[in-house]
């Protein structure tokens, strides 16, 4: 599905990304972990077209996208939700839910694919027509979830979902990512909240000051001594 | 009282044709965060544009009216792409003196073509006079106002029910999200230049039709009036710009009307000085404010 082969990112002097390479196949969820400044959101963002890569490819179902712009890699079927949710806080529910579709022209599937949003968020179904900016944080989080669906991806990417959440939402976001990627939907997560993120994961990779140093299935990684102690507080 | 409403009046006329100007300089900030002021020039064109319209080509107020602002349109998006779009993700003071380089470069080739002399319009709309009591209305004055909020409702309805309209108000919302959502972000401010321009070209129109005679330099002064009513009604802020634009437009002829025209030019910047005292988001503008 994705695949990235020795990306390397430069923010001026700062080396980023050193040589990183990941595969994420179809069906699967995988987790990219570490701690701040690792390099996560900076793949992410180098995956959806945000942010230039220097060196390196990354391939999408078999194409090249590496000098795509972002928008074109949407067309594609890639969606990303930001850190920080990034919503549009003075458009409605229903407007920033139909930005989502922006590319689609179905006006029928989008209708019925926004209904299906408030199926799995209700909360978004009794807020509408309020604005986004007056969610609380989960809500946000949520429709930040249900936009990026809207394009209809077959890859998703997930920047921090956990953040700034209370331990109970965090486990219903996890519970509904789990539900998104059983309905068909290839799930890269970037999480620092690593037990959370490992437990739903078929694998992961972990990031250290732009490198990959560990990679495995998510139950391996759970037990290994070395995540233990460095993210899992053990 | 009776001199108070007709410079009401007068201010309504005038206000709306600041009001069509602030509009392109508002979305304009919103979008890219510029104060482009070579907007100013683009309504002078627009009135030339006009003028040439009607003068050689005989035609009439609305067919005019739409060339101009069609030429405007394409003279924006030139504009944005030759000056401001190699520019993008430079400092923001560069892409500003570039702005003010695009504006004296208008206004010295216009006057290279066309002569620094004062060109006086052709008398395109009847000039009927009607007495509501002691206060009188023209026929000018019906037609600037009538087009100018025909102009803003098109507005309204683009920015609020199109997909181009979300789409700008998405990217001056926040440009990498809006790039997520499958945005083209060079598309949408290119857009947003063309309809900015279009309004000021219409300005430049009904400009010429109710004061009868333009010049080269005629877009620096209004252009800086617009400039301070789309800050009074919140830079970025599109109903901001309308009020801010009426507000200038009447506050300029009262101030005429009761005897002091030499300092209508000094009040309205007296104005924007308290502004940016007082209230520097302006009327409507955002409080810049961040949920986390």
């Known amino acids: 599905m994705l695949e990235i082969k020795n990306l390397n990112v430069h923010y001026g002097v700062i080396h980023a990304l050193k040589d990183v390479s990941l595969t994420v196949d179809k069906g699967e969820i995988v987790t990219l972990i570490g701690a701040n400044g690792a390099g996560k959101t900076t793949t992410l963002r180098t995956i959806s077209g945000l942010i230039k890569a220097t060196s390196g490819q990354v391939i999408l179902e078999g194409k090249d996208i590496t000098n795509l712009p972002a928008p074109q890699r949407v067309e594609l079927g890639l969606s990303q939700v930001p850190e920080g949710r990034r919503i549009f806080p003075e458009m409605t529910v229903l407007e920033n839910l139909e930005l989502g579709a922006f590319l689609r022209k179905d006006k029928q599937g989008i209708k019925k694919d926004i209904e299906h949003i408030y199926e799995l968020f209700p909360i978004l179904g009794d807020r509408r027509k309020q604005t986004a900016g007056t969610l609380s944080g989960g809500e946000q989080q949520m429709l930040a979830i249900g936009r990026a669906l809207m394009s209809k991806p077959r890859l998703l990417l997930l920047d921090e979902p956990s953040m700034g959440l209370a331990p109970l939402l965090v486990r219903e976001i996890f519970e509904i990512i789990k539900n998104i990627n059983s309905e068909g939907t290839t799930v890269l997560l970037v999480e620092q909240n690593a037990s959370m993120a490992l437990s739903i994961a078929n694998r992961a990779y972990v990031l250290e000051t732009g490198s990959i140093v560990i990679t495995g299935t998510g139950e391996e990684l759970m037990k290994s001594d070395r995540i233990q102690k460095a993210y899992l507080g053990g | ?292």
């Open chain 2, 1 to 292: 009282m009776d001199q108070f409403m007709q410079q009401m009046v007068n201010g309504i006329s005038l206000g709306s044709i600041y009001a069509l100007i602030a509009l392109g300089y508002t979305m304009v900030y919103g979008i890219i965060k510029l104060i482009n002021f070579a907007h100013g020039d683009v309504y002078m064109i627009g009135a030339y544009i006009g003028f040439a319209a009607t003068t050689y080509a005989q035609l009439g107020f609305l067919p005019a009216l739409l060339i101009s602002m069609a030429a405007c349109a394409v003279l924006g998006m030139t504009i944005e792409r030759i000056a401001y779009k190699p520019l993008r993700g430079s400092t923001r003071i560069a892409v500003l003196i570039t702005a003010i380089g695009v504006s004296l470069f208008l206004e010295y080739v216009m006057m290279f073509f066309v002569g620094a002399e004062v060109r006086s319009y052709p008398v395109l709309l009847s000039n009927k006079v009607f007495h509501l009591g002691n206060v009188l209305i023209n026929t000018q004055q019906i037609y600037i106002v009538v087009t100018a909020i025909a102009l803003m409702i098109l507005l309204q309805f683009i920015v609020h029910k199109t997909k181009t309209g979300k789409a700008m108000r998405a990217v001056s919302i926040d440009r990498d999200a809006a790039q997520l959502m499958g945005i083209k972000v060079d598309n949408t401010i290119s857009i947003t230049f063309a309809i900015g321009s279009a309004f000021a070209g219409a300005a430049g129109v009904l400009v010429g039709i109710y004061y009868n005679s333009i010049d080269p330099l005629m877009g620096i002064m209004p252009g800086l009036k617009a400039f301070i009513a789309a800050v009074f009604g919140g830079i970025g802020n599109i109903p901001g710009a309308m009020i801010g634009g009426m507000a200038i437009g009447i506050m300029e002829t009262l101030v005429s009307g009761y005897g002091y025209s030499l300092y209508r030019d000094a009040v309205v910047f007296a104005f924007l000085i308290l502004i940016l005292i007082l209230k520097p988001s302006g009327l409507l503008g955002k409080n810049i404010r961040e949920k986390v």
